[in-house]
Each structure stands twice: as structure tokens, then as C-alpha cells.
């Protein structure tokens, strides 16, 4: 299993977050002792009134050029697939996994960034309009030409991303060695759409998938964009059931227990099970609250709770 750590997600930088605020943040979470970067190139078309992705490599690439150095010591991951390649017209213009438009993708993330390469690049969803072992090919080539240390797969189905470990076999070239999906403690009622479109929720056989298989396993949104612990944002519909409010109950009674804030609480359960936790931030005060649940135990009493509860 890998040592699961806090990883510092970038969406909103050079859109909703400032330039000056996003160097203090990211600041912030290296002096706190964090490692990797996560953005993509499509972030964040939807927010900026340009319509089109790249505000967020831009902006960590002015980060990397303004602090000489900083480059070594961190982990660079950005991901390919989602960007509009025309302005406004998403889904219909997203790029998708073809050789071509994965060299592109990278080449454009490259050049933003200000970097020769990066230590992780992922496919950020499935493209099924292309043969996979075209896909896997590229992303094979993109590791083999050292513009990428290694590869994962985001929103992807476990079996497709076996599927295509196994064509990098026979193709000789890198295979997928992480996974990206969203998770948290709160689960929505089985069969529930969540809102945010593209996202895939890991279900029991992709942490299973992940462990047995010795992948990294990366989970997006685990504080539900602040649901445990700001009444403006309420998670949505789909998470309305007796299991969250039994689970939000021994969150409460945990959090106590150990000293810890609610978030903590979560982002430690999450790593517990070997799992990376992605988190956002606009403040610094926010930086300080997940880094500090690296020093939050749960015993194994208390993990039993959670479990019994949802």
C-alpha cells in the first residue's frame, strides 16, 4: 500500500483564486511539508470568462518561476482529456484520448507550466470514441520520452483501467499505476447521479482494485466542498439518508474524542484506508486545517464506528 499523503488540488488558482493568494497557499503547503500539485489543463474553463482551460498551469508555472528551486522538491501532476478546444462549447469540443490530442494536451501543459516534464500525468475520464490501445500507447510514449515520470487513470471504470494495463504489457510500454475517483465519508443512496458532471464515485471493488493491485488511489471532493462543516453548503440530495446522519453523529463524538476538527477527522479516516485526500483551499487557515490531520490517530474502536454506522 503507499503512504497515503495530502495532496494540494489547484482547480481553482488563476480563476476564483488570485494569483497573489494561490502563491500563498501554495507557500503555505510546502513549508507545511506537502509534495504534490494537482491541476489539469481544462482547469478551470468554467470559471474563466475566457472559456477555455489553463489558467491554473499558468498560474502554478509564474509560482515555479518565481520560486527557483521549488521545482525538485515537489510533485507535478496534470491531466489531459477534459479541455474545450473551443471556447465555450463543452462537452462537444472536449479534447480526448487519441495519440494526437495526448501529445497535444501535454505539449500545451508543458509550455504553461514552464517544465520538461511532469511526475504524473493523468487521463482525466474515458474516451471510448478511440480504441484504448491507442490511448494506452500515447500515454506509453509520453513516459517513454520523459514528459511523464509515470501515468494514472481519473473517473475510469476498474476494469478498463486493468484492461489497459494489460495492452501496456503487450505493447512493452508504461502501464496505469494510479487511480483518481471521488470519495469521502458520507456516501449518497446507492444508485444516485451525483450533480457534478464527469465525476466517478469509488465504489468497494476499486479500493479492493487498488490495493491488490499496488496503485496509488488519489480521491477528489473528500470534504464535500465544506458540507461537514458550513451550513451554506449542505451536501446534495443525494446524500439525505438515515446513513449520513448516523455517520455525521459519530463524526461529531470522533472529532471530540481525538481533539480534532471535523475535516480532520475525515481526511485521517481516508488516509487510514491508504487513500490520498485531494483537497482544495482559498485560505491559509484552510492549507494549515488538512495538513494537520496527519497527525490524527483513529483507533481501530473508532474506525469500527464509522463502519457500523453507514
Known amino acids: 500500500m503507499h ?50 482551460g489553463g489558467a491554473s498551469e499558468r498560474t502554478l508555472g509564474a509560482w515555479m518561476r518565481a520560486n527557483p528551486g521549488v521545482r525538485s522538491a515537489i510533485g507535478l501532476a496534470t491531466k489531459v482529456r477534459q479541455d474545450p478546444l473551443v471556447a465555450h462549447s463543452w462537452p462537444e469540443s472536449a479534447e ?21 516534464h511532469v511526475d504524473l ?13 491507442e490511448t494506452v ?17 481519473a473517473n475510469h471504470a476498474s476494469w478498463r483501467v486493468q484492461q489497459a494495463r494489460e495492452l501496456a504489457r503487450r505493447q512493452g510500454v508504461a502501464e496505469w499505476s494510479a487511480l483518481q475517483l471521488r470519495h469521502s465519508l458520507v456516501q449518497p443512496r446507492p444508485g444516485t ?18 490495493h491488490t493491485e499496488g496503485l496509488a488511489l488519489w480521491c ?8 461537514y462543516t458550513r451550513a451554506d453548503r449542505p451536501f446534495s440530495d443525494g446524500y439525505a439518508h438515515p446513513g449520513t446522519d448516523r455517520v455525521l453523529r459519530v463524526l461529531d463524538e470522533v472529532a471530540r474524542e481525538v481533539g480534532a ?4 477527522v475525515v481526511l485521517a479516516w481516508l488516509m487510514s484506508q491508504g487513500i490520498s485526500p485531494l483537497v482544495g483551499a482559498s485560505r491559509v487557515e484552510q492549507i494549515d486545517e488538512a495538513m ?11 474506525l469500527r464506528r464509522f463502519g457500523d454506522a453507514r
Open 96 to 116: 480526448g484520448l487519441s495519440s494526437d490530442a495526448i501529445r497535444a494536451g501535454l505539449d500545451g501543459s508543458l509550455e504553461r507550466l514552464g517544465v520538461d
Open 137 to 153: 500507447a500515447g500515454f506509453g510514449e509520453a513516459v517513454a520520452e520523459g514528459r511523464a515520470t509515470r501515468i494514472g487513470a
Open 292 to 302: 494537520g490531520a496527519r497527525e490524527v490517530t483513529l483507533s481501530a474502536h473508532q
Open 3 to 52: 503512504t497515503p499523503q495530502i495532496i494540494l488540488g489547484t482547480m481553482d488558482h488563476g480563476t476564483r483564486v488570485d494569483e497573489s493568494t494561490a502563491f500563498r497557499l501554495l507557500d503555505r503547503f510546502i513549508e507545511a511539508g506537502g509534495h504534490w500539485l494537482d491541476t489539469a489543463n481544462c482547469y478551470s474553463f468554467w470559471s474563466d470568462p475566457t472559456g477555455l
Open 220 to 227: 477528489y471532493t473528500p470534504l464535500l466542498m465544506g458540507g
Open 193 to 210: 447521479t451525483v450533480p457534478e458532471a464527469g465525476h466517478k464515485l469509488l465504489e468497494p471493488d476499486d479500493l479492493d482494485f487498488a
Open 121 to 133: 500525468l493523468w487521463a482525466h475520464a474515458e474516451d471510448r470514441s478511440v480504441d484504448l490501445a
Open 261 to 264: 476538527t471535523p475535516n480532520q
